[in-house]
């Protein structure tokens, strides 16, 4: 991207999220069995309430999740500490929703301010984000009267046919203030399946004296204390960490693939963001499938390997193994060629979207 540096930028970060852990508990070894429990009784579709930070990558994932048929998106809440701040993330949601056939799906934003060890994203990145990455967003975009990201998690919990999986793409700052604010919430959810931190491979910050091989992530980075909070409550665990997603890098002829068959709004919006922002294609400044691949996983667990760990949070949100910590699930490879398969065909579901892009002529 653009002002980004030329090492994995932001979201190269975006370590591990994952489905929720299933109740059995996984051997060490590679794991394909269904990452995602339920709640009981169970619901034809997998009742989800998504939070994300909005870069290229979250919006990607948002896409592939709000067409898949196999996930009821109940909710999204913008994470105010990740790249978007709230009034540009409100903007893109509403444009995003009313793109994708997806209305009246609620949303909110949560604080901008992260814990006292937070790590604020460079305001370059943020500003790119804020205006929605080159989308032609009108500023009536939003509508209605703005919510708190934790009241939108707890009604949309409430409301929910069976226990919704929270799918966290960014910092974990609403669900460390949501899990606050009810004691009741980490049993009420089925799981946490986030794209967050890394476990043996190397990391994606590069500010603040921080270099590649440091294991950290972005999504951990921004926000170490919601990372603790997290770990501490009993909510089931899953993440897609970077482990998973260096096997991934974003392929350099994706807006090429997508520029024959482009009809279905999720490849429509796609395809116009890569042409507006055709550095996430560059290699060399380390793009991955981020966000899309915790979202393609969340329904097709064999696209990744599972694994059981025990970790805790170390400084600046990195994950420690430690055999006294809380138990998670990771995915600790993927599967590039399914993945990309996987990917168009996510991307080119359902109908096309409410204002298709016109390839500019000029």
């Known amino acids: ?162 226990a919704p999986t929270l799918v966290a793409l960014g910092p974990l700052t609403n669900l460390e203030d949501a899990l606050a604010a009810d004691d009741t919430l980490a049993d009420r959810l089925a799981g946490v399946h986030a794209m967050l931190g890394t476990i043996d491979a190397p990391g994606n910050v590069f500010i603040n004296g921080a270099d590649g091989p440091e294991p950290l992530e972005w999504n951990a980075y921004a926000d170490p204390s919601a990372v603790s909070a997290v770990l501490a409550s009993d909510v089931p665990i899953s993440i897609v960490p970077l482990d998973a997603t260096k096997d991934v890098p974003v392929p350099a002829d994706l807006a090429d693939q997508l520029k024959t068959d482009h009809k279905a709004g999720g490849a429509d919006l796609e395809y116009e963001l890569l042409v507006r922002n055709p550095d996430r294609l560059r290699a060399e400044d380390g793009q991955q499938l981020w966000d899309e691949l915790a979202a393609l996983a969340l329904t097709d667990a064999d696209l990744v390997s599972w694994e059981d760990i025990t970790v805790s949070a170390g400084d600046d949100g990195r994950l420690v193994q430690d055999d006294g910590g809380r138990s998670i699930r990771f995915a600790s490879s993927a599967d590039p060629t399914a993945v990309e398969t996987a990917l168009l065909e996510a991307l080119r579901r359902g109908e096309p979207r409410a204002t298709p892009f016109i390839l500019p002529t000029s």
């Open 1 to 162: 991207m653009s002002g980004y540096p030329r090492r994995p930028p932001r979201r190269v970060a975006t370590l591990i999220a994952s489905l929720a852990v299933l109740a059995a508990a996984c051997s060490s070894s590679a794991q394909t069995s269904p990452s995602v429990r339920t709640g009981e009784p169970p619901t034809e579709r997998i009742p989800v309430i998504i939070d994300a930070d909005f870069d290229l990558s979250d919006i990607a994932a948002v896409a592939i999740l709000l067409r898949d048929p196999a996930v009821d998106v109940r909710a999204i809440t913008i994470s105010g500490t990740g790249l978007v701040h709230c009034q540009g993330g409100r903007l893109l949601v509403r444009y995003l929703l009313d793109e994708l056939g997806s209305p009246d799906i609620p949303f909110g934003c949560g604080r901008e301010a992260g814990g006292p060890d937070a790590h604020p994203f460079p305001d370059a990145w943020r500003a790119r984000a804020d205006t929605g990455f080159g989308l032609e967003i009108s500023p009536q975009a939003e509508s209605g009267v703005p919510r708190d990201a934790v009241e939108v998690i707890k009604s949309a919990v409430e409301a929910s046919p069976s």
